[in-house]
């Protein structure tokens, strides 16, 4: 494991996992679902589900800005730039931006810009 990039909590079960499965035979733990590729065995069904429940994901765009309701904190809509520089206002119930762990944080920082000390106060 790599501890810039792993997350102690998911290694930390599958490790749980591994000792269970080896210590009580029988036991199907929490690899099953990795019997096969990751994306075949876990993200297609998750985004199959996902997709069902009226989920839409905006795939290959490039985080422009976040865009706050006048006089708040609340986030109105998000600014995005496909691939081929067209900009496009998206607005949503809840916002979800993947952003892989090696990624430079650029994103973060307009997260925090936008967010102020929401993040903070909503923490504590």
């Not at 749980?16 to 096969?36: A, E, K």
């Not at 609340?74 to 607005?91: A, P």
Request: contains cysteine; hydrophobic residues 40%.
């Amino acid at each position: 494991a790599d501890p810039k990039t792993d997350n102690a909590h998911v290694v930390g079960a599958l490790a749980d996992d591994l000792v269970l499965r080896t210590l009580i035979p029988g036991q199907q733990g929490i690899l099953v679902m990795l019997d096969g590729p990751t994306q075949d065995m876990w993200i297609d069904p998750w985004v199959h589900h996902l997709k069902s429940l009226g989920v839409e994901f905006v795939m290959n765009t490039t985080l422009k800005s976040f865009n706050l309701a006048s006089g708040t904190k609340h986030v109105e809509y998000v600014t995005l730039q496909d691939q081929d520089g067209n900009e496009s206002q998206q607005s949503a119930d809840i916002y979800i931006a993947s952003i892989p762990a090696d990624f430079p944080s650029q994103a973060l920082i307009r997260i925090a810009h936008f967010a102020g000390n929401t993040i903070h106060e909503e923490c504590q």
